[in-house]
Each structure stands twice: as structure tokens, then as C-alpha cells.
């Protein structure tokens, strides 16, 4: 009989609260670790460490998937066993549309290196050119399952033109963030947050990377709008 996603969230709870206690004999849970963003779905994934032996998270990554666009599919690949990675967060196109995987007490596999002092925040985007071995010999049809909806398709090129992240989207991280500093009593700075391409020894350069440094994430802007929402939230206690 075929396993629904129902029972199988109930297997990777199970076996993600067995690896929390076998950490607790190592070292105590950090109670600011044990909350949950109160704006995420909870879909638990099995690809992760349990405990922080190195202490609280010092710093989060940001990422882009660079995949396909849709955020459902990609909350379902970081919670296959076979993907073998996951970050605590995965951010969707939409506004506040946010998955979490990763318990804040345990090391996601999304930065290897950095996975003991980080978090993880994945976003559904997409670097021009990523796909451009496998976009010469896909149909219009199946390039066109590949870009979100209202990106155009252009019929005359065999380059893949990507997508960047929207406005919406941007707002969403920023909204996480904030509470993320908020919670672990950061400032905002780039030493806080970071571009996966900023992880030493990496072979995933695009991401994470800078607008102005040829990439797709608008650090600036992204750094200003975590400032307001962490502002705010500050300013609303």
C-alpha cells in the first residue's frame, strides 16, 4: 500500500525526536532553540544532525534552489531521504509562504562547513543559465513547466533565463529573519547573514550571491527590509 505523506511525517517525527534524545545526553537544548516560526507549515524532514554540540547558531545562510518553481514540490524534495540535504526554512514565491523542516535545535544539511553554527533559509529561485545543459533538449512545453507563472518563455533562445526572487518573497524572508535576530539577539549585518557562495571550499557559487556581483540576490535591499521588519518588531513589545 502506498505510504501517505501523513504516516511518513509520523516516521520522520519519531525519528527525529529519537536523535534529539540521544543529543540531549550530550548537551542541554537552548530554550530560545526549541520555538518554531509561528508563520511556517511544519513539514519535518529527516535530512539533519540532531543537537548542537558547538552551541546557539552564530550566523544564517541564505540559498536559492535553483530548481523548479513551485514551493510544494520543493518542500517534498528536502524531505525525501534520497535529497540527503534540507535547510530549517524554505521560502516560496508567495506572500508568507514558509515551510519548515529543521527544528532550531538540530543542524540542517544545506552549508557543508557551517552547518554546526548557521541556519538555513532556502528560497524558490533560480540563477539564468543554471539549467542550460538540460534546456537545449527540453520541449517548449517542459521549459515552460520551469519558469513560474507570468515569466515569459522566449521561443528564439536555448538559454534558461531563470527567475529571481520576487518582491513578496523578499518581504516573506525578511519577515523570518527578523524574528530569526529577534529571537538569538542579532543585529542586522552581513556577518549575521550570509550567501551560501560565502561558505568556504563550496562549489555552489550563484547562491547566495550578490546583485551587483552578478547574481540574483539583492543583498542591499534585502538587509534593509530585514532592518524594518526587526525595527518594528522590536518597537511593537
Not at 56 to 77: I, N
Not at 153 to 173: A, H, K, M, N
Not at 215 to 224: A, D, K, M, Q, T
Amino acid at each position: 500500500l502506498p505510504i501517505s505523506r501523513h504516516s511518513r511525517g509520523q516516521d520522520q517525527s519519531r525519528q527525529r525526536l529519537a536523535h534529539r534524545g540521544r543529543a540531549a545526553l550530550v548537551a542541554p537544548v537552548d530554550p530560545r532553540l526549541s520555538r518554531r516560526y509561528p508563520l511556517a507549515i511544519w513539514q519535518p524532514s529527516p535530512n539533519f544532525s540532531a543537537g548542537r554540540p558547538d552551541g546557539a547558531p552564530e550566523f544564517l545562510v541564505v540559498h536559492v534552489t535553483d530548481g523548479q518553481p513551485d514551493a510544494r514540490r520543493s518542500a517534498d524534495r528536502f524531505c525525501d531521504p534520497k535529497t540527503d540535504a534540507a535547510p530549517h526554512f524554505l521560502v516560496g514565491r508567495r506572500s508568507r509562504e514558509v515551510y519548515q523542516h529543521v527544528e532550531l535545535a538540530d543542524r540542517a544539511w544545506h552549508a557543508k562547513g557551517w552547518n554546526g553554527r548557521s541556519i538555513g533559509i532556502e528560497h524558490v529561485a533560480r540563477t539564468p543559465s543554471e539549467l542550460d545543459r538540460q534546456w537545449i533538449g527540453l520541449s517548449q512545453e517542459k521549459r515552460r513547466a520551469l519558469l513560474p507563472e507570468g515569466v515569459p518563455l522566449d521561443l528564439e533562445s536555448d538559454r534558461d533565463p531563470g527567475f529571481p526572487p520576487t518582491e513578496e518573497q523578499l518581504r516573506t524572508s525578511a519577515e523570518l529573519t527578523a524574528w530569526l535576530c529577534d529571537l538569538l539577539g542579532w543585529e542586522v549585518s552581513r556577518e549575521r547573514l550570509r550567501g551560501h557562495c560565502e561558505c568556504p571550499g563550496t562549489t555552489h557559487r550563484d547562491c547566495g550571491r550578490d546583485v551587483s556581483d552578478g547574481g540574483i540576490w539583492p543583498w542591499e535591499r534585502y538587509l534593509e527590509l530585514v532592518c524594518v521588519e526587526l525595527n518594528a518588531l522590536r518597537a511593537g513589545r
